[in-house]
């Protein structure tokens, strides 16, 4: 059962999008999603790092260390709980609580999660933290709940340089096929990263960018079926989900994100409606 200051921000039926947007504490809506009902969970929590998201919640990002990863053990469990056989869990998060995630996800026997990838995903202008190296890149872990359903191996452009317009490796003579094919995409994305510009962001907090949900959907191979977002932000992998044809179950804390998915839903789905209009 929902907690009962649950609050449905709103519900889509439209036949380009359909699903619904709530307004609630992540584990409190995970626990309302019936078993074995999704295709995809994707989970970006807060990093427990003290950024303050809400003047009148200035501690959602400060839980003592070991308060957050029992709640973020307890997301894990019905994050896997919710999933279908052969679907995939997403979890985006800084390689040190990837790595005690991780360990916690592949002891799972019943249901049984297989491990497939660390995705390292480039992190730019971080800030040296202590005695340690500079930290350059986000994880993506990637777990399947047994064998997957689907999977594809995307392929996307080599890179250019950008003054004199040629590749910037050197692909050992078989450029001609490169040219043609592409180049197969590896667990090291550099191409990008949060979205940290104010021109080009649509909240204060940074937001994840609809690339790396574009090739979360490429790469399960998913056509329909059902996405949950516990964490969904600004939006971005709602909005990606409802691009792909799947039907999504969305969760923020903040109203002000919950109407902010809402407003980006409205804006693709009059523009869905405007593409039908006959002219």
Not at 22 to 27: D, P
Not at 79 to 84: A, D, G
Not at 186 to 201: E, Q
Request: charged share 25%; glycine share 6%.
């Amino acid at each position: 059962m929902a907690n009962q200051r649950d609050k449905t921000t709103r519900t889509y039926r439209n036949k380009k999008i359909q699903g619904s947007v709530v307004q609630s504490e992540a584990l409190d809506f995970l626990r309302s999603i019936p078993s074995s009902s999704s295709n995809i969970v994707f989970l970006d929590p807060p990093f427990n790092l003290g950024k303050v998201y809400s003047k009148r919640s200035k501690r959602l990002d400060k839980k003592p260390e070991g308060e957050y990863r029992q709640w973020m053990e307890s997301i894990l469990t019905e994050s896997t709980r919710v999933l279908k056989e052969g679907g995939t869990l997403y979890l985006y998060h800084l390689p040190l609580w990837a790595m005690r995630f991780g360990a916690f996800l592949e002891a799972f026997q019943e249901p049984r999660l297989d491990f497939k990838h660390w995705i390292a995903i480039s992190m730019t202008n971080g800030f040296v933290r202590g005695r340690r190296l500079y930290p350059a890149h986000y994880a993506l872990l990637m777990f399947t709940k047994g064998s997957p359903e689907h999977f594809k191996r995307p392929k996307i452009a080599p890179k250019l340089c950008r003054h004199c317009g040629e590749y910037v490796k050197d692909y050992g003579g078989y450029t001609h096929i490169i040219a043609e094919q592409g180049i197969n995409l590896s667990d090291f994305w550099d191409d990008l990263s949060p979205v940290r510009h104010a021109n080009r962001k649509h909240r204060a907090a940074n937001e994840l960018p609809s690339l790396l949900f574009e090739r979360v959907f490429e790469i399960s191979g998913v056509s329909s079926g059902c996405y949950v977002d516990p964490f969904a932000g600004s939006g971005a992998g709602v909005i990606a989900a409802a691009r792909a044809g799947l039907s999504f179950k969305a969760c923020d804390f903040l109203r002000a994100n919950c109407q902010l998915i809402v407003k980006r839903l409205d804006m693709l789905r009059d523009a869905a409606d405007l593409e039908r209009t006959p002219k």
